[in-house]
């Protein structure tokens, strides 16, 4: 018994000393303080102007322009990051009479560039979707969309990643051109998740009946807040983040 007892104690302690050595390898791999457990890769958006009412006729940019010296929200640093196919994923509800909605995208004007390999799909269950591929040159990505707003409602703006989309529906090898991408730092075990991040405020706590309608019925209450900021507790532990999912409301009157 006592030999037993000898050896559970021993396979035990190799056992820790085992997972003590993969944890110091992890570090010498990936020596940051992470926050989450992957690079988070942070896709700025910018929305011009920037305001919570617009009137029909109007002209909203809806853009993601920035450096390829990229925030990365999992380990607190900034990497350079050439050539990242970025592929922006976007969709606009529209909300008229009450909580009926239809196509943003399809009730207003939308002007692509063909450089961005534009792609609209049209869906009954979701808004019609564009996606398209960032522009990488001179250092810089781009990625712009216009639209001229014709008809009035309240407005819900979706813009993250088709490489989110992928890793949602089960299909993460149809990332692999994406996950082939490496750069000075990069920790070899960590995968990316592309955080596509409003620049100022997203008015959606203006827009409670419209996020919570998109959330239950829409998107089968897969809506989740990031950061837990709203005090209603109107959002679940969804793995759609609305503060990483490039989510803007805005209303349009005539």
């Not at 009730?107 to 009954?124: E, F, G, H, L, T």
């Not at 639209?147 to 009035?152: H, P, R, T």
Request: proline share 3%; with cysteine.
């Amino acid at each position: 018994m006592k030999s037993i007892i000898m050896l559970a104690a021993f396979a035990t302690l190799l056992g820790v000393g085992c997972i003590d050595r993969d944890a110091e390898e992890f570090r010498k791999s990936c020596p940051y303080e992470l926050a989450y457990s992957g690079h988070y890769l942070r896709v700025p958006i910018t929305i011009t102007p920037h305001k919570i009412e617009y009137r029909i006729g109007d002209t909203i940019k809806i853009s993601t322009v920035f450096t390829d010296s990229i925030n990365d929200l999992g380990t607190g640093q900034v990497f350079k990051i050439e050539n990242f196919p970025f592929q922006p994923f976007s969709l606009l509800y529209r909300f008229h009479n009450g909580l009926e909605w239809d196509a943003g995208f399809r009730v207003n004007s939308v002007r692509v560039d063909s450089i961005y390999q534009p792609k609209y799909n049209a869906s009954s269950n979701y808004a019609d979707q564009i996606r398209g591929r960032t522009l990488y040159e001179g250092g810089m990505y781009r990625f712009e969309i216009e639209v001229v707003l014709n008809e009035a409602g309240r407005y819900i703006l979706l813009l993250t990643d088709v490489y989110q989309e992928f890793n949602a529906s089960g299909a993460p090898e149809l990332n692999a051109e994406a996950d082939a991408i490496t750069f000075e730092g990069k920790c070899p075990t960590l995968r990316y998740y592309i955080c596509s991040m409003i620049e100022g405020e997203d008015n959606l706590e203006l827009f409670e009946n419209e996020m919570v309608h998109l959330d239950k019925v829409v998107y089968g209450d897969k809506l989740g807040s990031i950061h837990d900021r709203n005090s209603t507790g109107i959002y679940g532990v969804g793995s759609i983040g609305i503060e990483w999912s490039g989510m803007f409301a805005f209303e349009v009157t005539e």
